[in-house]
């Protein structure tokens, strides 16, 4: 189970309580009446889907009801930090950049040739 | 002339018993209860007026006599009164902008009192509630199974387990299991 720390409730919580909402910091075009369909289709839909490091909305929906952002490593699932909406993106150098990965298909089962 | 109707209250888990030596539930008495939304500048005129300190920090809660206010998020507040007083007219009297909405009859309680106590939330609730991280005094709003549930610890072997009335069978269900095991 994996422990994640809810910066409103200053306290790491089970996985359990909270609820996955998406990236982070997508910005919201000031002219969205305006803007084309595959300008609107790159803000709604595209998305990176990266692998390792990804900034992502949190919410403690069972517990303080809060939106927050989290960096979570999409190969570890490990949470490098988490922090209040609003506030800017956190500056990662100061974490470790390298993760032991938990249990990946490629590593159970070989690349897929 | 007609007959009259005359409504009576059903308390969702009147009549039922349960738990075990280790942990006894019983369904709490009916409450009045607020659903308390506001900032922190109102804070000061709602705690005078309510007759409560409303807390600030995560995590706690503070009673006067029969009357708690649980933190809930940083805006939000449950206010439970167990005398049944009118809490929305008391918030109104503070003059301070806030939401007060009332939800005495949405929630209702379950007290878990017993050495086993700890053991039968955790059947079903992920929390950590030793002492030392759940203190007496200290509340959350968590899971319980599939149930969204509001912890109150009223006590070293006595918590307020409060849930939403149509959860309520199923959470005295799910409690008298994990107060079985606690005995074990």
């Not at chain 1, 994640?4 to 909270?18: A, K, Q």
């Not at chain 1, 990804?54 to 952002?69: D, K, S």
């Not at chain 1, 949470?79 to 506030?87: D, I, Q």
């Not at chain 2, 609730?125 to 709003?141: E, K």
Request: proline share 6%.
């Amino acid at each position: 189970m994996l422990l994640i720390y809810c910066p409103y409730c200053e306290e790491e919580r089970s996985e359990l309580e909270f609820r996955n909402a998406g990236d982070a910091h997508i910005v919201r075009p000031a002219n969205i009446a305006e803007i084309s369909d595959e300008e609107f289709e790159e803000y709604f839909f595209l998305r990176q889907n990266p692998k390792g490091l990804i900034y992502e909305r949190w919410r403690h929906i069972h517990g303080c009801g809060r939106f927050f952002n989290a960096v979570r490593d999409t190969v570890s699932d490990r949470f490098h930090v988490t922090y209040k909406a609003g506030e800017p993106k956190p500056d990662l150098d100061a974490e470790p950049k390298t993760n032991e990965t938990v249990e990946t298909y490629e590593a159970l089962e070989g690349v897929a040739e | 002339m007609a007959d009259q109707a005359i409504a009576t209250r059903k308390a969702p888990l009147a009549g039922r018993r349960g738990g075990s030596p280790a942990a006894i539930l019983t369904p709490a008495e009916p409450a009045s209860r607020i659903s308390l939304r506001a900032g922190h500048d109102a804070i000061s005129a709602l705690s005078a007026a309510l007759g409560v300190t409303v807390p600030l920090r995560p995590k706690t809660s503070a009673s006067t006599g029969k009357r708690h206010a649980l933190w809930l998020g940083p805006d939000e507040w449950l206010v439970i009164d167990e005398e049944g007083a009118d809490l929305v007219a008391a918030a109104a009297s503070s003059g301070a902008l806030h939401s007060a909405v009332d939800v005495s009859h949405r929630n209702t309680a379950v007290i878990v009192s017993g050495p086993g106590a700890e053991a039968a939330i955790n059947s079903g609730c992920p929390q950590d509630l030793s002492l030392a991280l759940f203190p007496v005094g200290a509340c959350s709003r968590t899971i319980f199974g599939k149930a969204e549930i509001v912890l109150l610890r009223t006590a070293e072997d006595t918590f307020r387990v409060e849930c939403w009335r149509s959860f309520s069978p199923f959470v005295f269900g799910l409690l008298s299991e994990g107060a079985e095991d606690a005995g074990h």
